[in-house]
Nanobody, 124 residues
């Protein structure tokens, strides 16, 4: 089991930016696909973005394409999510997670280790 800790959430006005970071404990971090997800109360958790082990493969949900950027630093065991042009509908708890698989449009069930989440609130 990989230990994951998210940080960087907070309150921001619409149109603003936030950068989330996820630190992983795994010595084999570079072998994992990493993903960012979000969840609002009463709704299912959904994929925001995923990145393969090398960083060469990335996937974004349609709702965040062109606004969010996922990146990773395998030397530091971190994966970041740069969020620009934030909208009130981006308000959610954001989670990072690991997977041993990679393909486009991955499912939540492909991911096994999860962080505790960080709250992002975008005010209008």
């Amino acid at each position: 089991q990989v230990q994951l800790v998210e940080s960087g959430g907070g309150l921001v006005q619409a149109g603003g930016s936030l950068r989330l970071s996820c630190a992983a404990s795994a010595r084999t971090f570079s072998s994992y696909t990493m993903g960012w997800f979000r969840q609002v109360p009463g709704k299912e958790r959904s994929v925001v973005a995923t990145i393969n082990w090398s960083g060469g493969g990335k996937y974004y949900a349609d709702s965040v394409k062109g606004r969010f950027t996922i990146s990773r630093d395998n030397a530091k065991n971190t994966v970041d999510l740069q969020m620009n042009s934030l909208k009130p509908e981006d308000t959610a708890v954001y989670y990072c997670a690991t997977s041993r698989r990679y393909y486009n449009d991955m499912k939540i069930s492909d991911f096994d280790s999860w962080g505790q989440g960080t709250q992002v609130t975008v005010s209008s």
